[in-house]
Nanobody, 120 residues
Framework: QVQLVESGGGLVQPGGSLRLSCIAS????????MGWYRQAPGKQRELVAT???????DYADSVKGRFTISRDNAKNTVYLQMNSLEPDDTAVYYC??????????????WGQGTQVTVSS
């Protein structure tokens, strides 16, 4: 079983920055891709950024140039550095990991989410 715990959300003014962290724990054999998703009120959940185990990244067009995803494989942690935040970035941010345990093959695991609110 794999658990993901996000942290770092909060209230920030437009133009500000936040850094989200997601720590994976449990009986982890390996973690492949990790990513951040977000869901605003009344909207569908959308992909924000992904990163492979080798460090290849991908970003949604709306955050490209402002957000940076990174990971520390030794600590089973993924980060999302968010700069130049805009009101449209307001959402609950979720961490996702494609992980394999010692018991079963790779599956998707989700964190509980952390609220990010961008408002003046």
């Amino acid at each position: 079983q794999v658990q993901l715990v996000e942290s770092g959300g909060g209230l920030v003014q437009p133009g500000g920055s936040l850094r989200l962290s997601c720590i994976a724990s449990g009986s982890i054999r390996s973690i492949n891709a990790m990513g951040w998703y977000r869901q605003a009120p009344g909207k569908q959940r959308e992909l924000v950024a992904t990163i492979t185990s080798g460090g290849t990244t991908d970003y949604a067009d709306s955050v490209k140039g402002r957000f940076t995803i990174s990971r520390d494989n030794a600590k089973n942690t993924v980060y999302l550095q968010m700069n130049s935040l805009e009101p449209d970035d307001t959402a609950v941010y979720y961490c996702k990991a494609d992980a394999a345990t010692w018991i079963r093959s790779t599956n998707y695991f989700w964190g509980q989410g952390t609220q990010v609110t961008v408002s003046s």
